[in-house]
Each structure stands twice: as C-alpha cells, then as structure tokens.
C-alpha cells in the first residue's frame, strides 16, 4: 500500500484525528475503494458532497490511517495513565511508610508507659503519672 496523497488536511489547513465522522463541512462520509495502480481497492473516507462536486476540497482520508491514528492516541493515553499510577503507588508508599514509622513511635512511648505503670504497681510506688504526655518522652 502507497501513503500517496493520503492528507486529511483541507485547502484551509483543517486536520482530522483519529476516525471521521463527517467532513468539514458538516457532510456525512461514505467509504469508496481506490482505483488507482498503487492503492487498488484501499478503502478511503469521503464527504458525499463530493460525489457532486468535484472541484471543491472535502475531507479524504484512507481508512486505515484513522485507526492507527487511535491506537497512538489510546497509547499515549495509557502511558499517562502508568506515568500517573507510578507516582500515586510512589506517593502512597511514602506516605504509608512514614504513618508506619509514627505508629511504631507511639507503639513504644506506649508501651514504655506501661512498662513504667507495671513496674510503678509491682514496687508498690503510686505516684507514677499516667496523664504523661506520650509525645513529650524521648
């Protein structure tokens, strides 16, 4: 298959990406197959306008370069998807591990009070102060 003229570029500089629906002019579009030597039956989009009159531009695109056209974008739209699910798994993790870190933290402060409390309990000394601040302890 020849890439020969296969613009879907208008006289004034319209681009279409991806499958058409209508021409540019607002014209539904119909597949035709080529006739020519180098593109024999490649399928093409074209304004049904056209068909009448000829000598105006209308949209022309073959068929399959919309459909390559959407698989570029769907992947370009998927890489930003992963771009995006790496930073949130990155992000997440950070974040995770640092509420991990404070939750040892006070898992300690904690049980170093209660150590004291116990110890405070079994030499008989009740003037242990149990409205400590966990925070304050190193």
């Known amino acids: 298959m020849s890439s020969s003229s296969s613009s879907s570029i208008s006289h004034s500089g319209r681009q279409t990406t991806g499958i058409p629906t209508r021409c540019w002019y607002g014209a539904n579009l119909t597949t035709f197959g080529a006739q ?3 593109n ?5 989009y074209r304004c049904e306008i056209w068909l009448k009159r000829k000598s105006e531009h209308h949209l022309f695109k073959w068929v399959d370069e919309p459909i390559v056209d959407e698989i570029n974008i769907v ?3 998927h890489s930003q998807l992963k771009e995006d699910l790496d930073s949130f798994k990155l992000c997440t993790t950070r974040r995770l591990e640092k509420q991990a870190k404070q939750i040892d933290q006070t898992l300690q ?3 170093m009070l209660i150590d004291a409390n116990t110890n405070n309990c079994a030499t008989g000394d009740n003037s242990a102060t149990t409205s400590e601040d966990p925070k304050a302890s190193p």
């Open 36 to 38: 020519t030597k180098d």
């Open 109 to 111: 402060q904690i049980k």
């Open 40 to 44: 024999l039956f490649r399928r093409f």
């Open 75 to 77: 992947d370009a739209k």
